[in-house]
């Protein structure tokens, strides 16, 4: 936990049970907003609204955008809808239609229509676009020039515009019907002749996205430029919007926990974890799978219980055989999961993965199967079962490989989320195929030695 997050969350209790009013809203001048918002996110209930009600509403509007959904939505449910109005008047179109959109439909039509006419045409204007789509993540609070103009004239239109704007960093070329022509960084701009025109001094090769491109695609696209921003142009290539670097950073957090989430066979997200009910409803159907799967598993073994009553020592490494499996498979998965959400599958064939995984596999198997089969040898002292348990181990670690990479890329075609392949499914079917494979060389070769 933040040292300073826990501080001043401590120093803003302290202060409510003492009410010391006067001291609280010293303390919360001096803090930064997202420091408040780490502190509101410990604070209970009630110590929120007292905190919020100090606030002015530009400030509880940067603050709002900083805490955690589950804050957020208890936040907005116990203030009064004029205020909470108020506050998303002060906040940016994108933002305040991001908190607009996680909030019940007949509230966030409420809190709409009481907000200024030009910012709710704006929130509503972003919320006709899909969820986690460009379109909803922009801002139209950007600076747009002409090619014609002169550098100082552009110049003394900042000083007039910037604050408006959301950034500053870019100003973005447009012709009169709004097409995109051309981009100029501010530091261009500020070394540039001042009579220079705009158009010998704009980059004409300008990077952008469309207005329903995907949230994940965009941050690639700005981690990739290493943009400050980066233009939103509708089907005719006119400039609509913008995406700041912030709002990027914010998607590549959420997006890389809901993979994390994912991975764990779970969907919970953050605003669950003080609920135990929906967090365990969130973990059961995996779980669910996870032990049918575990249960064929034991099926599988029952099938072969002449084999182990003949030799027992086959069970000893059972767990060896199953564990090693997975945790080779997961591996695979998270390096394809992660290969996939950062665009480095594209122009790879399945074929090419699969060969490299597999290669990986093979090389893994041999080794580590040549040690537990030593192992094997020397503590049971019969060399068929260090053969079984050698093959075994490279037969399974080789599908666990190619299983990691095949089951997201499975589900990438299918249109779903790669990290849905997540561990305990991978597991669980390692476990079933290792298993069978373990006793099917077992049956094969256990006779061919003398014990």
Known sequence: MDTTQSALSNQIKHLIEQNSIAELMRLLREAHPADIADAVDMLEEEERLRVFSLLDDQTAGEVLDETEPEATTALIKGLDSERTADILDEMPPDDAAEILADLPKKQAEELIGL??????????????????SA?????EEFISVRAGMTASRVIEMLRELAPKAETAY???VTEPDGHLVGVLSLRDLIVADPDARISDTMDRKVVSVGVDTDQEEVARVVSKYDFLAIPVVDGKEKLVGIITVDDIIDVIEEEASEDIYALGGTTEHPEAVHTPIPSAMRRMPWLLITVIGEIFTARVIKGYELTLQEMFALVLFIPV???????????????????IALGEQAGRSVWQVIRREAAIGVMLGVTIGLFTAAIAVKWIGTPALGLV????????????AVLGVLIPILF????RDPALASGPFITTLNDITSVTIYFLLAIRLIHLFPA
């Open 115 to 132: 907000m200024e006419v030009e910012e709710a045409a704006d929130v509503q204007e972003l919320l006709q676009y899909p969820e986690n």
């Open 412 to 415: 990438k075609a299918l249109g």
């Open 135 to 139: 379109g909803r993540l922009m801002t």
């Open 321 to 339: 055989i199953m564990a090693t499996g997975g945790n080779v498979g997961t591996q695979s998965l998270a390096t394809t999961v992660r290969s």
């Open 389 to 400: 348990i050698g093959i075994s181990m490279t037969l399974t670690l080789t599908f666990s």
């Open 170 to 172: 870019y100003l973005y």
